[in-house]
């Protein structure tokens, strides 16, 4: 006699599952990695009612994208939480990510516990700590006026804006330079205002 919650379905479990998951992260990620980097090409995305998106900004990609499989749900709020604490990276993330979970997969089936690729992972996480501020990242005295307009470029140039950058209108260092203009004065304003507090109180 059949259990009365029974439906139609099948069982799945272990490496099938594993198998199963690596292969919607590895879809996503193959959806978004032409859209990487300086020349990374457009996307464009059409939703239920029509409506046309065209962008290369992975973080747009990735909420516009309707994916039903858990794996990839998790990938779609990995994406969301990096545009949300830093605002960039998230096609990278998202391959990394998916790499990541590729390579654990090949390293579980040829007989390592995942428990073990798991304390792995983490070592390498610490070791990329360390070393990352040290190799990659560059030290500067101060952060004069240029410096600041290099990194609103390096930005900018990733974001829709530097796609509708024409001859004709503002070059992305004009845009760059308001940028900047635009955070140094917030600051200002909220100094300040804070400052105007503290003498009222």
Known sequence: ??????????RVHGQEVRNA?????????????????PQGLDKML????????????GAT????????HPAAKVLQQLSNLQDQEVGDGTTSVVLVAAELLKKANELI????????VIQGYRAAMKECVKYVPHALGVKTKTLDEQVLVNIAKTSLSSKFIGNIITPSKRTDAEFAKLVVEAIKSVRVSALMARISTQLVK
Request: aromatic fraction near 0%; proline fraction near 2%.
């Open 1 to 10: 006699m059949s259990s009365p919650l029974s439906v139609d379905g099948a």
């Open 21 to 37: 998951n690596v292969t919607a992260v590895v879809a996503v990620a193959n959806i978004l990695k032409s859209s990487l980097g």
């Open 46 to 57: 059409v939703d239920d009612i029509g409506d046309v998106t065209v962008t290369n900004d």
């Open 61 to 68: 990609i990735m909420r516009k994208l309707e994916v039903q």
């Open 109 to 116: 089936k040829g007989g390592i516990h995942a428990t073990n």
